[in-house]
C-alpha cells in the first residue's frame, strides 16, 4: 500500500521534566489511506543508518512530559523513535468525555480498525526507508499496547514489540502465527491490568512461536512507565534495551 509523506517544516519544543534543555520533537506527516497521521519524530533526516521505534500511546495522547524523556532515552540507545499519533485530537477529546468505561471500550472496538491500519502503514513506509534499513519496532503504552498487539498479529514490517501495560483488546481474536519478538513491560501494582494479564500474555506469545519476555516493576501502578522517576527510568532502558537487541541483527 503506498504511503505519500508530507514533512512540515515546523519544529516544535517540548520541555523535559526536571532538565532544563528542551527535546525537540521534528514534526511531519504520513498520508494513509484513512486520513493524515500525525508524526513527531527523535532523529535526524540523515546519518548513518539506524533501526526504527514507533511508539504508541495511551488514551491521553502524547501530552506528557514522560514521552519527551523516552524519545530522548531511544534515541541516546541509538533508535530513532516516532510519536506516532494514531489517535487524532478527536480521539482523544472523545475519549476524555466519554462517561464512563463502557463507552471507552465501546468507541476503542469502532476505531480499531482504523488505527490498526494507520500503524501498519507508518510501519510500512519506515520500513522501506534506506536510513532503517528494514529494522522497525514498536513499543506501545496502555491502550497503544493493545493497538500494538492487534497490528503486531498480521503481516507486517515490525521486528520488535515491546507492549507496557496493555494486551489484546477486548474482543480481538487473538493471532494464529507467531508475534514479533516480545517484551512486556508491567506495573506490579496496575490496577488496570493486573499482573496475571501480562502472564497470559507472555504465555500467547510462547504457545504461538515466538519468544516473550516480561519485565514487573514491583509496586508500579499502570501509568508508572510515565512517571519522571527512577522506576519509570529503569522501564524505559529495559524496553529500549531489548529493541536495540532485536533490531541490530
Known amino acids: 500500500m503506498r504511503v505519500v509523506l508530507t514533512v512540515v517544516l515546523t519544529l516544535l519544543s517540548f520541555s523535559l521534566t526536571g532538565h532544563a534543555e528542551a527535546?525537540?520533537?521534528?514534526?511531519?506527516?504520513?498520508?494513509?489511506?484513512n486520513g493524515d497521521v500525525l508524526v513527531e519524530a527523535f532523529s535526524s533526516s540523515s546519518g548513518p543508518a539506524r533501526p526504527a521505534v514507533v511508539v504508541l500511546s495511551g488514551s491521553k495522547g502524547f501530552a506528557s512530559p514522560a514521552y519527551d524523556e523516552l524519545g530522548r532515552r531511544l534515541e541516546a540507545t541509538g533508535l530513532d523513535a516516532y510519536l506516532v499519533h494514531v489517535l487524532s485530537a478527536s480521539d482523544v477529546a472523545t475519549i476524555a468525555g466519554a462517561g464512563n468505561a463502557r463507552a471507552r471500550?465501546?468507541?476503542?472496538?469502532?476505531?480499531?480498525?482504523?488505527?490498526?491500519?494507520?500503524?501498519?502503514?507508518?510501519?510500512?513506509?519506515?520500513?522501506?526507508?534506506p536510513r532503517h534499513?528494514?529494522?522497525?519496532?514498536?513499543?506501545?503504552?496502555?491502550?497503544?499496547?493493545?493497538?500494538?498487539?492487534?497490528?503486531?498479529?498480521?503481516?507486517t514490517g515490525i521486528g520488535a514489540l515491546v507492549l507496557v501495560d496493555g494486551a489484546f483488546p477486548d474482543g480481538y481474536s487473538k493471532?494464529?502465527?507467531?508475534?514479533?519478538?516480545?517484551?512486556?513491560?508491567?506495573?506490579?501494582?496496575?490496577?488496570?491490568?493486573?499482573?496475571?494479564?501480562?502472564?497470559?500474555?507472555?504465555?500467547t506469545a510462547q504457545e504461538l512461536g515466538g519468544s516473550a519476555s516480561l519485565d514487573v516493576h514491583k509496586g508500579g501502578a499502570h501509568d508508572f512507565?510515565?512517571?519522571?522517576?527512577?522506576?519509570?527510568?529503569?522501564?524505559?532502558?529495559?524496553?529500549?534495551?531489548?529493541?536495540?537487541?532485536?533490531?541490530?541483527n
Open 105 to 129: 471500550i465501546g468507541y476503542y472496538a469502532a476505531r480499531l480498525p482504523d488505527w490498526i491500519a494507520s500503524v501498519r502503514e507508518v510501519v510500512s513506509y519506515l520500513d522501506n526507508q
Open 175 to 203: 493471532p494464529r502465527r507467531a508475534l514479533p519478538p516480545l517484551h512486556i513491560v508491567w506495573g506490579g501494582a496496575d490496577r488496570v491490568f493486573p499482573v496475571s494479564t501480562a502472564v497470559e500474555l507472555q504465555r
Open 23 to 33: 527535546a525537540a520533537r521534528r514534526q511531519f506527516v504520513v498520508t494513509a489511506s
Open 133 to 155: 534499513a528494514g529494522r522497525v519496532g514498536v513499543l506501545g503504552i496502555s491502550l497503544g499496547a493493545q493497538i500494538a498487539a492487534a497490528a503486531a498479529g498480521g503481516t
Open 225 to 248: 512507565f510515565l512517571k519522571s522517576d527512577s522506576q519509570a527510568a529503569a522501564a524505559h532502558r529495559s524496553a529500549a534495551d531489548f529493541l536495540l537487541s532485536q533490531l541490530s
